[in-house]
């Protein structure tokens, strides 16, 4: 039999070509482009009749997921969707346009083609003409821009003629499409007539009938005890028995009347009987288990001017549904009469004194919620909303711009901040601001600086001003893969709450899109061959649009243990070696059900996995986020004690079983921290929210066991019924709590300039032995952040009398690469690590390798220490109370902090028109700009392999090539320090950035970049990869080539793989195009990722480089230095070479002839 990865890769490719070859529905016209006729465009040029649009609407990026063989070339939507994500591509596209990737249209090259948009495109070799095959093509698809509803009518008249109804507001949608608007046009509001008077003779006026019911969950589990009553009838008239059924006689079988049911942990539920005779009528009321309310949208900032209306609006989700909603003001409740509020807050006429904080909490049965802060700012009359003088921004010059002896030259090119400006049309009572405006660059300067024999060209922003917002699109990239093995989880299923919004790769990778609202991201991931717990995450990311990268660790299930039904069954919780089980499972007799609440008899596999938290490593593969809500309806955290996952099924069977009270035996010995023996909780995980809810107490039983030491042991036992849910946790709200501030910077200078952003910084709460702060027995919980352009701040557990009674391990990654902290060896400075004395000491820094240098030095860890109010020395941070949050987020870069540095800090970049990676919005449409697209990056990297007895910096040289306004201007520098082969010590290797070939901004024309590739130092070429050779020389018209010291390519325009020694990835996040290329590189390999260099895999170009005689300047330094003298070298050694070459292969070349021969 076929494994089931194959079966699925089949599978990809036969929806592949099933989008390009199925049979075409008279429904799904076909375009068919002979190109043998019609007018010839310009490359580049798109055809006139797709830009005649009356309806509104925009290109896509290109697309290219196959390339030409076998039967020709195919692009079918289906596989577009599935490759690149189905956001990427709108539901019901207009049009498609198809380019071969040299951007020419079919009729260019005379092919014949096929476009659907709602199937995409191909190419059959069998219908071209003769002797000709079809080329590799790119599509993009034209999609009609978001349609926006109109204002709400007014409200109808309310349903019933008495007691409690409803009543409705309609709203339009403009579009011609009728669901082409987001969300509902109808609204629902509850309304009272005249009170209905009691139980009237047609219902229960029929003294021979009889009213049949049930009480279920939706599941179809029967539910006993549950209290029943009539509509319009007060008390309860019947309870549902052990069976979940009740008997109602009186009632009219015709009657139609409305059954409601209550149940304590469950919502009220309703439904209508049904006639089955001419005397009885049955009804099932289905009652759901009560669950907090959670948010679904939070309330947005915005900015306004003085007299202009604003809606803020908030939604959240529950059983049952939310209803009532409270709006704060600076954490002042507003009254509900004078601004007639519900989910949504409208305020007319703004005035200054309205700015502030506003948040909202909604209600239901089970409890509360509180959303985030929104910030209202109210501009007064001619303020302006975007400061038209560019703030500083410094950008670090190339080492040959500075003067000898000094440190780096910096230079302002100044930035606009990333704020929203008001809405031109001045208010909309829609949630969202359509058109939103930012303040970002209005007019760019062009000057030159003096650089060592040359001028360096650069771009500076000279004006601000409120302009069309780019969109903010929220992007995760990661990969997921076994906790114990590292194997990744292939094709698993990717749940967004309960809804399916893809899956993972054959290599475990993932692409998720996030909404700019989302303020909770909660992913599942559910291994398809069922050896996975199922993995719920809560992944942090960078709501202003910079991608964040993720690896997400799933923890294998344990092997199963047979269970007799019938049985007492006891499994234990924890099995670490030398250690006791921290408690156990204990499944009374009869205690196992099917999902219909029937008793199941027979064996049962059971597979009951436990993190155990004595165990640090177990920390990465641990559920969710570890949070609550609390009473108040805020986020809170919970430390840990254990959690486990349940599987019971029939042995060969896949039905999941089910259990009534079963109990949870927890070891009093293992819970040694003051105070929580008596706050000890058990919790079960809501998959929807990530968020963890209360099941049971715990309560203290002494163990009629044999005793042990002549100490008897005391358990705490809880209890817990297994039904939907199968995650557990062994949980007490800690009310010990602070935030942490932590910043990641470029390299180990910390300059406050080049902190680096979308770095997830990761804190683990461990709880040290008594004495032994540096020894834990076991970690509490963990929390992930990223950082922005201020930091992060992490929650975290601390304790004001005892500082080393909660510590902490501190880890940072950006992209799968470790940074690493301030040193503390020999022993922590102030200066170094970024905190002050004497609260440094007070903290106990030490970074992981400060006992070993041989360990790793990836992390550090403090005692957490909560800072003593009035104490000046610990109110500057680096930890703040917990509700200083505030402040911590808002501290200013003098303030106390940790530090992180990138490792790879040898390398430099520099873009002629300023970016910021980490900052989308940023970006700024100049023929220069190195990312000639916001919507869309790709990243390119060349592999450059030196032979030679150390590491080299090799720089790319990017300029433009051969679009004719931009040909030999510069588009920018990229220096990358190679990294040695472990594996072969004189050998390493570099990956170099380089400009890819393409569009430029304005999407008219392309640009082949003139890319030079030139190790620093003593250096010559001596191999270039054989199949990239044959592509430059087959896709004229070739670089100049006859430089050995350098090597020069017009970037290709195909997205050449690692035979080529070319890496190119394209993503929505520059950051992560670029760190995943960077792992292709390193690894040689077109789907790998490694950060170990293997030098002598997918290379392009060779290097030989030697020492330079003792006072000789490298060439890299005197082609900066003097170019024209070191040309003349080049050119002179260049002959002594090719002469020697000469000499040595002719007597070869004389032997083959006379073999020839």
Known sequence: MASLPTLLCLCVAAAHLAGARGTTTPEEPTATAWGLEGPSLRPGQPSPALEDWEEASEWTSWFNVDHPGGD????????????????????????????????????????????????????????????????????????????????????????????????????????????????????????????????????????????????????????????????????????????????????????????????????????????NSSI?????????????????????????????????????????????????????????????????????????????????????????????????????????????????????????????????????????????????????????????????????????????????????????????????????????????????????????????????????????????????????????????????????????????YHEVKAMRKKAPVILDASQSNTIPLGELEDEAPLGELVFPPGAIRRADGEPYAGSVEARVTFVDPRDLTSAAAAPSDLRFVDSDGELAPLRTYGMFSVDLRAPDSTEQLQTGPVAVRVAASQIRMAGHVEALKLWSLNPDTGLWEEESGFQRERSAAQRVRREERVFLVGNVEIRERRLFNLDVPERRRCFVKVRAYANDKFTPNEQV?????????????????????????????????????????????????????????????????????????????????????????????????????????????????????????????????????????TANHFRFARVEADKYEYNVVPFREGVPASWTGDLLAWWPNPQEFRACFLKVKIQGPQEYMVRSHNAGGSHPRTQGQLYGLRDARSVRDPERPSMSAACVEFKCGGMLFDQRQVDRTLVTIMPQGSCRRVAVNGLLQDYLTRHPPPAPADDLAAFSMLAPLDPLGHNYGVYTVTDQSPRLAKEIAIGRCFDGSSDGFSREMKADAGTAVTFQCREPAAGRPSLFQRLLESPSTALGDIRREMGEVARAQARASGPLRTRRGRARQ
């Open 757 to 893: 952003e979308g770095v997830v910084v990761t804190l683990v709460n461990l709880e040290p032995a008594p004495g032994f702060s540096a020894n834990p027995r076991a970690w509490g919980r963990f929390d992930s952040a990223v950082t922005g352009p201020n930091g992060a701040c992490l929650p975290a557990f601390c304790d004001t009398d005892r500082p080393d009674a909660y510590t902490a391990l501190v880890t940072a990654t950006l992209g799968g690469e470790e940074l690493e902290p301030a040193t503390s060896r020999p022993r922590p400075l102030p200066a170094t690590v970024g905190v002050a004395q004497p609260y440094l000491d007070k903290l106990g820094y030490r970074r992981t390798d400060h006992d070993d240098p041989s360990l790793k030095r990836n992390g550090f860890r403090i005692n957490l220490a909560k800072p003593r109010s009035g104490d000046p020395d610990e109110a500057n941070g680096p930890v703040y109370p917990w509700r200083n949050l505030r402040e911590c987020q808002e501290a200013p870069v």
């Open 280 to 548: 009885s009528a049955v009804v099932t009321v289905v009652l759901k288990k009560l669950e907090k309310p959670y948010l679904v949208k939070q309330p947005e900032s915005r900015i306004r001017e003085a007299g202009q209306n604003v809606t803020f609006c908030c939604k959240a989700s529950g059983t049952p549904m939310p209803k009532k909603y409270s709006w704060f003001h600076n954490g002042t409740l507003l009254d509900r009469r004078t601004h007639r509020y519900g989910a949504h807050l409208e305020l007319h006429g703004l005035h200054p004194d309205q700015a502030g904080t506003y948040h909202c909490k909604a209600w239901n049965d089970a409890g509360a919620v509180r959303s985030g802060t929104a910030q209202l700012t109210v501009l007064a009359p001619g303020q302006p909303a975007c400061d038209p003088q560019p703030r500083e921004h410094l950008i670090k010059l190339p080492d040959d711009c500075s003067q000898p002896g000094s440190g780096p030259t910096y230079l302002d090119v100044g930035l606009c901040p990333d704020t929203l400006c008001p809405s031109a049309t001045g208010s909309s009572p829609r949630c969202g601001d359509a058109g939103s405006r930012c303040c970002s660059v209005r007019r760019l300067e062009s000057r030159k600086i003096r650089c060592s024999g040359y001028n360096l060209p650069v771009k500076i922003v000279a004006e601000c001003g409120c302009q069309k917002c780019l969109p903010r699109r929220g992007l995760i990239r990661g990969r997921v893969v076994a906790a114990d093995s590292g194997e990744p989880l292939r094709f698993a299923r990717i749940l967004l709450g309960r809804e399916p919004i893809g899956f993972t790769s054959y290599q475990g990778d993932f692409t998720l899109e996030v909404a700019p609202s989302t303020q909770r991201l909660v992913i599942t991931f559910v291994d398809p061959s069922g050896q996975f717990v199922d993995t719920v995450r809560v992944l942090p990311f960078d709501p202003r649009g910079a991608g964040v």
């Open 72 to 275: 020709g070339d195919f692009e079918s939507l289906a596989a577009i969707r599935f490759y690149y994500g189905p956001a990427r591509v709108c539901p019901r596209p207009l049009a498609l346009e198809a380019r071969t990737t040299d951007w020419a249209l079919p009729s260019d090259v005379g092919e014949r083609v096929h476009l659907n948009p709602t199937r995409g495109f191909w190419c059959l070799n069998r219908e071209q003409p003769r002797g000709r095959r079809c080329s590799n093509y790119h599509v993009r698809f034209r999609c009609p821009l978001e349609a926006t509803w109109g204002a709400w009518g007014p409200w109808g008249p309310c349903s019933g003629s008495c007691g409690p109804g409803r009543r409705l507001r309609r709203r339009r949608c403009p579009s011609s499409a009728g669901d082409a608007c987001p969300g509902r046009p109808l609204e629902a509001q509850k309304c009272i007539r005249s009170p209905c008077p009691g139980c009237s003779l047609n219902i229960c006026g029929c003294p021979d009938h009889i009213l049949l019911g049930s009480v279920v969950t939706p599941t179809g589990r029967p539910l006993p005890g549950a209290r029943v009553s009539l509509r319009d009838w007060p008390g309860t008239v019947a309870t549902s028995n052990a069976h979940g059924t009740f008997r109602m006689p009186g009632v009219c079988a015709s009657s139609r009347v409305n059954v409601s049911a209550q149940m304590d942990g469950f919502s009220a539920g309703m439904a209508q009987a049904q006639a």
